[in-house]
């Protein structure tokens, strides 16, 4: 079976320019000008960072969700899809200590994680990226693209996000804004 | 964060000794007459094959699950325990494709996994190791550890959950009987 994790690395190469970065609660990550992103390998020379990710099954989404999901979102790599953010998250133990239902409930029942994305979808793209298990600094590399017009949009979503009990458990975040380099 | 990713090495050296290998669906793995567990580095010289896998958050356990769990079950390396048994298992892609909500009613609501356990407690000590996010031939590594007076009851254990619906979702599964080496 093919490997599905990927490595992001900041360094003085990458498709994607950095344009901002926001610490948003516990530490930062060393100051770089542009983000690769790999098929998991060696970090590349120039790395100044390097956050590794697996793409795995869902976790909490239901039949429902994960239907109205499938026919709403879009894939990553639209043309349109010029700005992008990288947001590695983690949480804390007191998180991972709760059994399913109760993670499950306070995601989704409690803060409509689901929920609130729908409402930006199609236009913000998203995939998510499993850290924790590989003994890595965050539990999440939360990875997102859109067109410039919809930044304002997703500054949004975040906002909402950032307000709801699950948040409560997240420790360590850090936005990372992004805009392909190159780009007209 | 410190990794929890163990290596499980069939070769000519290891803590436990290689009694009996059943294939029960799917290719099998070369003969070996040792198996070793080692925190995950390289795999040794001598490895006729080497399987990986992390340790993990639950996935499917409830909080009143959890809490009776927690209550009854015992740990590894119990000094009685001088039998193990190495169980890797993959699961067919119609599986994974399924929501969250609806793995859940299969592996417990209808096929009492975890209750099926329970009834083995504190006998049959386990522990579950991922090993489909590593991009690893099996998805899971299930590991059993008991007295030599329990390996009857282990079979029962396995006769159970080898006929629930769950486990038509498995199409690959060796079930590899271990003694520890040196021992009484």
Redesign the interface.
């Known amino acids: 079976?093919?490997?599905?994790?990927f490595r992001f690395s900041g360094g003085s190469r990458g498709d994607w320019q950095i344009v901002r970065t926001t610490v948003l609660c516990g530490d930062g990550l060393a100051a770089a000008p542009y983000l690769s992103v790999d098929a998991d390998a060696a970090a590349p020379g120039d790395a100044l960072w390097s956050l590794r990710g697996?793409v795995?099954?869902?976790?909490?989404?239901?039949?429902v969700?994960?239907t109205e999901l499938r026919l709403v979102q879009q894939g990553l790599g639209r043309p349109q899809a010029r700005q992008a953010a990288l947001i590695p998250i983690r949480k804390t133990a007191a998180w991972?200590d709760l059994?399913?239902?109760?993670r499950?409930a306070i995601f989704e029942e409690t803060s409509h994680h689901t929920r609130i994305g729908m409402d930006y979808l199609p236009a913000i793209a998203r995939r998510l990226y499993?850290s924790?298990?590989?003994?890595?600094?965050f539990d999440f590399l939360t990875w997102f693209e859109y067109a410039p017009e919809h930044g304002a949009a997703f500054d949004e979503l975040l906002a909402r996000l950032r307000a709801t009990q699950e948040w409560t458990y997240v420790d360590r975040e850090i936005d990372i804004r992004l805009a392909l380099a190159g780009g007209a």
């Open positions: 079976m093919a490997t599905t994790t697996f795995s099954n869902t976790r909490y989404a239901t039949r969700e994960t991972w059994p399913q239902d109760e499950r499993h924790r298990d590989l003994g890595e600094q």
